[in-house]
């Protein structure tokens, strides 16, 4: 029965799965306030939120609120998504943008793997490609910022690896485990982007 059960609720969750953006090893979807737990699980977590800048505890009423729709808010200035793994058809992380500014066309772009058996795996950055080009190609953005602290080495990693250029260090802005960190900010822009894709396709 206990089998079944699973069987039934597997179903269940996939038939209230839409992606919106289909990776290889994910697909990125809505958020869903039915994952509302899952999510504070996440940035609630010590080893997680480490350096996720979420300095403060965060109650499931403040969680959910992320997952309803802002009636005062006319112009959206985020685009979020989970992160949904193919194979184990479950979500795992968030990933998308924010702080976006229509009439400069740009965007802060962000990611949290929720779950730590899957860092380093590439998911991270699978997940922030499709986000880019995204932005890039549906959203008309110019330019995607992102912001990675020194101790975080396998962000700043990803970021080389999807294009970004380095364009300052701001000096020790966070405070984390008694020790001042540094900021990298990084940046992409929209011809650049182009061109890295057209090289691969090239290749």
């Given at each position: 029965?206990?089998?079944?059960?699973?069987?039934k609720?597997?179903?269940?969750?996939?038939?209230?799965?839409?992606?919106?953006?289909?990776?290889?090893?994910i697909?990125?979807?809505?958020g869903?306030?039915?994952?509302?737990?899952?999510?504070?699980?996440?940035?609630?977590?010590?080893?997680?939120?480490?350096?996720?800048?979420?300095?403060?505890?965060?109650?499931?009423?403040?969680?959910?609120?992320?997952?309803?729709?802002?009636?005062?808010?006319?112009?959206?200035?985020?685009?979020?998504?989970?992160?949904?793994?193919?194979?184990?058809?479950?979500?795992?992380?968030?990933?998308g943008?924010?702080?976006?500014?229509?009439?400069s066309?740009?965007?802060?772009?962000?990611?949290?793997?929720?779950?730590?058996?899957?860092?380093?795996?590439?998911?991270?950055?699978?997940?922030?490609?499709?986000?880019?080009?995204?932005?890039?190609?549906?959203?008309?953005?110019?330019?995607?910022?992102?912001?990675?602290?020194?101790?975080?080495?396998?962000?700043?990693?990803?970021?080389?690896?999807?294009?970004?250029?380095?364009?300052?260090?701001?000096?020790?802005?966070?405070f984390?485990?008694?020790?001042?960190?540094?900021?990298?900010?990084?940046?992409?822009?929209?011809?650049?982007?182009?061109?890295?894709?057209?090289e691969?396709?090239?290749?």
């Amino acid at each position: 029965m206990a089998e079944e059960q699973k069987s039934k609720e597997d179903k269940e969750e996939k038939n209230d799965v839409f992606p919106f953006i289909e990776g290889k090893t994910i697909d990125l979807v809505a958020g869903n306030s039915k994952w509302a737990n899952l999510y504070c699980s996440w940035i609630n977590n010590p080893k997680v939120r480490r350096y996720s800048r979420n300095m403060w505890p965060q109650t499931l009423e403040d969680v959910k609120k992320r997952f309803e729709p802002s009636p005062d808010r006319r112009i959206r200035d985020k685009a979020n998504f989970m992160i949904y793994h193919k194979q184990e058809k479950r979500p795992i992380g968030i990933v998308g943008l924010d702080e976006i500014n229509w009439v400069s066309r740009n965007a802060n772009l962000f990611a949290l793997i929720g779950e730590p058996e899957h860092w380093g795996k590439g998911i991270a950055v699978e997940a922030c490609a499709l986000v880019i080009q995204y932005g890039f190609t549906e959203l008309n953005l110019n330019k995607i910022e992102a912001g990675i602290f020194s101790p975080n080495k396998r962000s700043l990693r990803a970021a080389e690896k999807l294009g970004f250029k380095k364009e300052a260090i701001i000096k020790e802005e966070i405070f984390v485990d008694g020790k001042y960190h540094d900021n990298h900010r990084f940046s992409l822009f929209n011809r650049d982007w182009l061109q890295l894709e057209n090289e691969k396709q090239s290749k």
